[in-house]
């Protein structure tokens, strides 16, 4: 089980840092905005659009 829990944790990193990387890609690929922005939203674990953050933070 503790073998199960650690191959769990190193996909769920692996799979954050392979969508860190293709946000990164994506952002200053050559496509049209709106078609970046589908794509970007599509990845897992991508991060929430800039103006969501503040609204979060502000909660207590």
Known sequence: MI???IVAE??????VLV???LEQLLHD???PRRMRFLMLRSLPFA???PDARPAAA???
């Open 3 to 5: 073998l199960v829990a």
């Open 10 to 15: 190193l996909l769920e990193e692996y799979t």
């Open 47 to 49: 991060s929430p659009p």
């Open 29 to 31: 690929a050559p496509f």
């Open 58 to 60: 502000a909660t207590p």
């Open 19 to 21: 969508a860190r990387v």
